[in-house]
């Protein structure tokens, strides 16, 4: 019974890799033992590799996730060269074309402030997708902190799910000193995506943990 779960387990990883990863996942192999799941070859930036080890916790019965994949570089880039990576794919992007970046080893280190939790994550992602890059790190300020209460932030994010695409959701919302935890079921992973960053788009959110199942 164990290996028919397993199984299907891994297929279902490789379905939603493939479908929301395309071409990127044709490297990426999977192994799940009893739900516990080790994601293995190669991706070709370190976005790649964390989306995959994203996308790969929401399939029901996986247990955990060992990110072994690999970065494909060449290992030819200095660090200099991977800090203009970087900021190549910062600086066109209003909300966080003030961040700024050192990069040491492969390894980037974020500064600099933003307004939201999402613009503070989108700096985090667009740094990812740099060629050269190993690890980002992130010093990044939101300056939103404490100046919204939670109630504030928790009606906030009720009007923004009302006004959004989701079609019917039953989300709940809980915030505590502006971390919440979102929970409940939408129908789609698209709509599990949309709330996530409605959350993190809203002033005065610190994080955002995502417990949200779908119903397909």
């Not at 490789?14 to 799940?32: F, G, N, T, V």
């Not at 660090?79 to 040491?104: L, R, Y």
């Not at 280190?109 to 980002?136: M, W, Y």
């Amino acid at each position: 019974m164990v290996m028919i779960n397993d199984e299907k387990i891994e297929n279902e990883i490789k379905d939603l890799l493939d479908s929301r990863m395309y071409k990127s996942a044709h490297d990426i192999k999977i192994q799940c033992r009893d739900g516990y799941v080790t994601l293995f070859g190669f991706v070709d930036n370190l976005g790649e590799k964390n989306t995959a080890a994203e996308l790969t916790k929401l399939v029901e019965g996986v247990k955990s996730v060992e990110n072994c994949l690999t970065v494909s570089t060449d290992g030819t880039l200095t660090d200099k060269e991977c800090e203009a990576e970087v900021m190549s794919k910062i600086k066109d992007i209003p909300d966080i074309a003030d961040v700024g970046v050192k990069v040491q080893k492969g390894v980037a280190v974020l500064e600099g402030t933003v307004k939201t939790l999402r613009d503070k994550n989108l700096a985090i992602h667009q740094a990812s997708k740099a060629f050269g890059v190993k690890d980002v790190v992130s010093h990044i300020e939101i300056s939103s902190l404490k100046e919204v209460d939670d109630v504030s932030i928790h009606n906030r994010i009720q009007m923004e799910y009302k006004n959004s695409p989701i079609q019917d959701g039953d989300i709940k919302t809980e915030i505590h000193d502006g971390n919440v935890t979102l929970s409940g079921f939408v129908n789609t992973f698209d709509d599990m995506e949309t709330a996530l960053e409605i959350a993190e788009r809203v002033e005065g959110v610190r994080s955002v943990k995502n417990l949200i199942k779908t119903r397909n």
